[in-house]
Structure formats: C-alpha cells, structure tokens
C-alpha cells in the first residue's frame, strides 16, 4: 500500500536488464533488415520549435524512403528530451543546447545550427535597428517562451540582474501575438519567423554569443541504436 523503490542492488540490476533487452533488440532488428529491408519502429522525441521547421519535412521524406518503419513522435519540453533518451522512453532525441542541461548517459552528435532573433512591436523605439542585446530588452515587458526561460536568467545574472518575468508562455505563436498586441518584446528562434509573422512585427538580431542555437541528436550513451534509428540518423 505505501509503494515499493529498488535497493541499490536493484537499480544496478535494472542498468544491466536494459542493456541486454536492448543489445537483443538491436540484434532482431539488424537480422530482419537483412530478409525484409529495414524495418521496425523509431520514437523520437523534441521540442515543437524543432519539429515544425525541421523534423517534420525530414521525417515525411524518411517515412516515403522506408515504409517498414513506423515513426512515433513525443513533442517534450527541451529539457526534456535528452532524459526520455537516457531512460529508454525515445529512441532518438533533438533538441537545442540550453545552460545547465543534463546530458548525462547520451551520446551527442551535430544537427544543425539556428539563432535567435528578438521580437518587437512596430513602431516601438526599437523598430528600425538593426539589432539589440538582452540588456535592451531587459528594460522592456520581455516575454518568455518557457524553453527559454532558463537562457533569460542566465543571460540575466551575467549582467548582474535577476530576470522574474510577468508573462509565460508555451509556444513562440501567442509570444509573437502579445508583442503584435503591444504587450511587451520576445525572443524566439528564427526558424518560426514566417514572412507573414515580419510583416505584422519588427525582427531584430540579438547580438548575444548565446543567441547562436545549437541543436544536437542525442542517444542513449553505450547502446547501439538499431537499424531503423540508424537509418534515420
């Protein structure tokens, strides 16, 4: 009634049962794609501002090039994602570099790069230059997209300030529309700046060392990823 937690010994067990399960996988899978092709199921988890600009035209183009794999998808917070991996809950994880992030137990390899860009009203004083830095925006309502929480009080301290922001929210969309609405400036990645998006809001490069994104493919550390996730790889 009041729950059951492994003993040392039994979280040991646990670390050697998921090898073996997993080494026994990778072999079914490696001998099935000799007779059928490759075959089997991928899951890969991350966040949606990679997704929707990246993930999902690549993952359409694997899908039509491999018909035997069955893809599944988790949408996670960044921080995330790097854990589900470790835990055996996603085959393959993407996400974007953020301080403090625990990487632990994945193996990490190159995607791509992206940045960021500052988001504000038009016609507000800062429409018009050609960038800002986050000590700029720090004077305004800066709006976080929760993701970016953590890069905000980073940046923040290094200044000697604290960040406690007013807002938060879930996705670089409503952000993008409080600043339409006079609410306040956001910081998004500029992979979601559509043209529609520039034309109703000013896009300013943030000229921060951090504002580089950096987005890596991560998978459990020691563990061979079987054929299809290789393949995807």
Not at 36 to 60: C, H, K, N, Q, Y
Not at 93 to 98: E, H, I, K, L, R
Request: aromatic share 6%; charged share 25%.
């Amino acid at each position: 009634p009041k729950g059951v937690v492994p003993s040392p010994a039994g979280e040991v067990l646990v670390r050697y049962l998921r090898n073996i399960f997993g080494q026994i996988d990778d072999m079914r899978a490696e001998i099935t794609s000799f007779s059928e092709g490759v075959r089997g199921d991928v899951t890969i988890a991350s966040a949606r501002s990679i997704i929707a600009p990246f993930l999902a035209s690549e993952l359409g183009e694997f899908s039509r090039e491999f018909p035997g794999v069955e893809l599944i998808v988790r949408e996670l917070d960044n921080a995330e994602i790097v854990q589900a991996v470790v835990h055996g809950e996603a085959d393959i994880g993407v996400f974007a570099a953020a301080p403090g992030l625990d990487l632990a137990g994945a193996a990490v390899e190159p995607y791509r790069n992206d940045r960021l860009v500052a988001i504000v009203p038009r016609g507000h004083a800062f429409d018009g230059r050609s960038s800002v830095s986050f000590a700029d925006l720090q004077t305004e309502n800066l709006i976080p997209v929760r993701a970016m929480l953590a890069a905000f009080q980073s940046a923040a301290r290094r200044i000697g300030r604290e960040y406690e922001p007013r807002f938060s929210v879930r996705s670089a969309g409503v952000a993008i529309s409080l600043v339409q609405a006079g609410l306040g400036v956001t910081v998004t990645p500029e992979c979601l700046v559509t043209r529609e998006t520039s034309e109703r809001v000013a896009v300013l490069e943030l000229s921060e060392p951090w504002a580089n994104r950096i987005i890596s493919i991560a998978t459990a550390e020691g563990r061979k990823p079987a054929a299809a996730a290789r393949a995807l790889i």
